[in-house]
């Protein structure tokens, strides 16, 4: 008796992706083992740790709790969607400069709490920083520079805007 696989259809990044996989794979493991898409990372595989972290119709979601199936439809976007066009992400950049990409297993989950927290409250304060990355684990050092990290790339994105909000008058 051969297993059920359904066709299931996302978009990924901005690209309409079919899979033909068993319902329950979970979306981690479709995104890093079928689409080739290894930035987000299995920490724990029960969902405490955050390094999977993926956006999903723009919720922030563990991957490695999510059935596939779950997706079918949905819009996912993954730490390998921040960078546009080749050009890294500012917070991609921050944690670049500022030291915030350590080990780099939690790094992909933070940044994507990061976009997240971002997308939400454009001007965090350090604690909000706090409470919007505490679903994530690091596991290498402190998280100070990761804080850092966050913050430094939402002041480069909110200048950014200004600038273009000059340029527009």
Do not use: Y
């Amino acid at each position: 008796m051969s297993e059920f696989r359904p066709s299931i259809t996302m978009q990924v990044n901005g690209k309409i992706v079919t899979v033909i996989v068993p319902p329950m794979k979970r979306l981690l493991d479709v995104l890093r083992e079928d689409l080739q898409l290894t930035g987000a990372k299995e920490g724990c595989g029960e969902g405490e740790c955050g390094s999977c972290s993926v956006r999903m119709d723009g919720e922030l979601v563990n991957s490695c709790l999510i059935p596939v199936l779950q997706a079918d439809g949905a819009e996912i976007q993954t730490v390998e969607g921040l960078a546009t066009n080749g050009v890294l992400h500012p917070l991609q950049e921050c944690f670049l400069a500022c030291g915030g990409a350590q080990c780099g297993i939690c790094t992909p989950g933070m940044l994507m709490a990061a976009a997240q927290l971002i997308a939400r409250n454009p001007h965090p304060t350090m604690a909000e920083i706090r409470e919007g990355l505490a679903g994530n684990l690091c596991r290498c050092t402190g998280f100070l520079r990761i804080f850092e990290s966050v913050l430094a790339a939402a002041t480069q994105i909110q200048d950014s805007e200004a600038d273009k909000a000059n340029h527009a008058r």
